[in-house]
């Protein structure tokens, strides 16, 4: 392999990673909480740990705020936690930490 | 390679970690939620030390009290304990290796086991008052149940929404009566007794129940946006029905020391044959448990 061979393939992948990088950042996490929910800090704790490692935005919203209460009556959404991605229900409930990766990971296409 | 490791962080698991941490042994607490059942009680008049709290906030207290001890914490869903010559290997989303296991996994909500209910749940169904009541407003729901977390979480609702059907298939309760005769003078919450409910009907949402009077076997359609089934517990341990002995109802047999079958794991609170399901009696537990598996730690090692 000569030098401009490698050059090539490391531009290639940092182009790699700019792409997963701006991928990540169109990609929202959503987690509709209540104060009254023991299970809510989890699913809130993974939607974080998904932040840190993708670099994908994730926010909580508690059902105690107007806003958080106009989410869940667009997507009927009647219980905490519930997860969204792109507005979407993905997960009722405290979701498994893998299939929670595995959601973002596909939308990163990684 | 841990000393400890601590399955659940309600009462049990939290005191364990505080005897464990003060007697320097090293601990990993792994858990789904923190403070267990207690951070969905109401009002709680029985804990020493507090003439009343809410749940919510005396699991904030219990969490606090041990973080002081600097346990490891992590949220993780364990799936399964395995043996590995001298020690133990916990298996969740990640796997963690220990001298011993504290299992305090308590309890998990008992289903009602009819059409609908799986299909409904977080979209009108729901197992916890305190996390879901905020979304009936003014609505109309039912709760299904004859003991005091069932009549209680009536009250509660009975304050939220516009009205609350209390479903029971008994015309006793098991709930205390000063609780039955609190519920029974709240306006807005009608009683529907010697009653089930054998279907959940909705469209996206939950609409309405199908309720059957067991007596006269009677089925009539009654609308409501939301069912809160509050119908007890079972012991949260078929991660560990391989591993250790259970009784008949699945809760893992201990003796007086928090000891199972298996010498190294031990458990405590509600997920152990203890008569009494109470937030006391756990953590009672939890403090014989991390000794008991102090003094394991400490045999062994004077064994070798």
């Known amino acids: 392999m000569d030098e401009e061979e490698i050059k090539r393939l490391l531009a290639q992948r940092a182009m790699k990673k700019l792409d997963i990088a701006r991928r990540a950042r169109e990609i929202v996490i959503e987690v509709i909480t209540s104060p009254g929910c023991p299970y809510c800090p989890r699913a809130v704790e993974m939607a974080k740990r998904l932040t840190e490692k993708y670099g994908v935005v994730s926010r909580e919203l508690s059902t105690s705020t107007p806003e958080g209460m106009e989410k869940a009556a667009r997507h009927h959404i009647m219980g905490t936690p519930t997860v969204l991605i792109n507005d979407e229900v993905v997960f009722i409930g405290v979701p498994e930490f893998d299939k929670f990766e595995e959601e973002i990971r596909r939308r990163l296409h990684v | ?304």
Not at chain 2, 52 to 59: C, P, V, W
Not at chain 2, 186 to 215: A, P, T, W
């Open chain 2, 1 to 304: 390679m841990y000393d400890v490791a601590i399955i659940g962080a309600g009462p049990a698991g939290l005191n364990a970690a505080i005897y464990a941490r003060r007697k320097n042994l090293s601990v990993i607490i792994l858990a789904n939620e923190i403070g267990g059942e207690v951070a969905e009680a109401g009002e709680i008049e029985n804990y020493l030390g507090f003439k009343s709290i809410t749940g919510a906030e005396l699991a904030k207290k219990f969490e606090e009290h041990a973080k002081k001890f600097n346990p490891d914490f992590v949220f993780d869903y364990v799936k399964e304990v395995q043996e590995e010559g001298d020690h133990f290997k916990i298996i969740g989303s990640k796997e963690y290796e220990a001298r011993t296991v504290i299992v305090a996994t308590g309890r998990i909500h008992r289903r009602l086991e009819i059409p609908g209910e799986q299909e409904f749940v977080g979209k009108g169904v729901s197992y916890c008052v305190t996390c879901d009541a905020p979304f009936f407003q003014d609505k109309v729901v039912a709760v299904v149940g004859g003991g005091n977390t069932a009549v209680t979480s009536a009250q509660f609702l009975s304050k939220i929404a516009k009205k609350v059907y209390l479903i029971h298939r008994r015309d006793k309760f098991r709930a205390d009566e000063i609780e039955v005769e609190k519920a029974k003078k709240m306006e807005n919450i009608e009683f529907i007794l010697d009653s089930i409910v054998v279907e959940i009907k909705g469209e996206k949402i939950v609409k309405s129940i199908m309720v059957k009077n067991v007596k006269s076997g009677e089925v009539k359609e009654i609308p409501v946006n939301g069912v809160f089934i509050n119908i007890g517990e079972i012991a949260n341990s078929t991660f560990l029905d391989n591993m250790v002995n259970l009784n008949e109802r699945g809760e893992i047999i201990v003796d007086e020391l928090c000891r199972t079958n298996k010498p190294g794991i031990f458990a405590a609170g509600d997920v152990t044959n203890i008569r009494d399901k109470q937030i006391i009696t756990a953590a009672a537990q939890g403090a014989i448990a991390a000794i008991s598996a102090y003094d394991y730690i400490n045999e062994k090692a004077y064994k070798n």
